[in-house]
């Protein structure tokens, strides 16, 4: 009787620990490329400068368009003045 009992309890645990939502949140990671760090709205980069705009996941927890210019990327925040000229833009392509 206490070896059943030991077994149900241990399959009890084992099922709240795999269903657990602190469970689950550890198995999902942030995606690569995701930006915490913002361009300062008030920086403008030229057209001519960018070599390429793309969105990040969807996934990441903040929106943002990542700007490649020779030699560096930068995090736009889609709600910016660049930002929005460069979201118009990601989403023609």
Known sequence: ????????????????AVTSEAFIYSLETTPKGCCFKFLDASINIPKSDIISAEKTDPKCPKPAIVVTVPGRDFCVSPTSRLGKRLAAKVNKN
Do not use: N, S
């Open 1 to 16: 009787m206490k070896t059943t009992c030991m077994c149900l309890a241990l399959a009890l645990v084992i099922m709240m």
